[in-house]
């Protein structure tokens, strides 16, 4: 069974940074493809972030340039950086597999505000 446990999150002020962490326990990080959503209150969730299986990333318009996604096999750990934050950022954030989801995490929230 596989676990997700996405932590790193809090409030941070406008133009600052973060760094959130998926931890996966019963799926090898190395062999799927890896994505981070997000979902922000009265919207619906959406993918800001993706790691394919090719190394390749993607990444939604909004966050091009200010956000990065990486992974670690040895921790099997899947990170976002996130620089330059904005208010309209402000989301709870979940990691997951795009091609073959599994259960969902319970997300981590970043607030941005001054």
């Known amino acids: 069974q596989v676990r997700l446990v996405e932590s790193g999150g809090g409030l941070v002020q406008p133009g600052g940074s973060l760094r959130l962490s998926c931890a996966a326990s019963?799926?090898?990080?190395?062999?799927?493809?890896w994505a981070w959503y997000r979902q922000a209150p009265g919207k619906q969730r959406e993918l800001v972030a993706a790691s394919n299986s090719d190394r390749t990333t993607n990444y939604a318009d909004s966050v091009k340039g200010r956000f990065t996604i990486s992974r670690d096999n040895a921790k099997n750990t899947v990170y976002l950086q996130m620089n330059s934050l904005k208010p309209e950022d402000t989301a709870v954030y979940y990691c997951?597999?795009?091609?073959?989801?599994?259960?969902w995490g319970q997300g981590t929230q970043v607030t941005v505000s001054s």
């Open positions: 019963g799926s090898i990080v190395s062999l799927y493809a």
């Open positions: 997951n597999r795009p091609r073959l989801p599994v259960t």
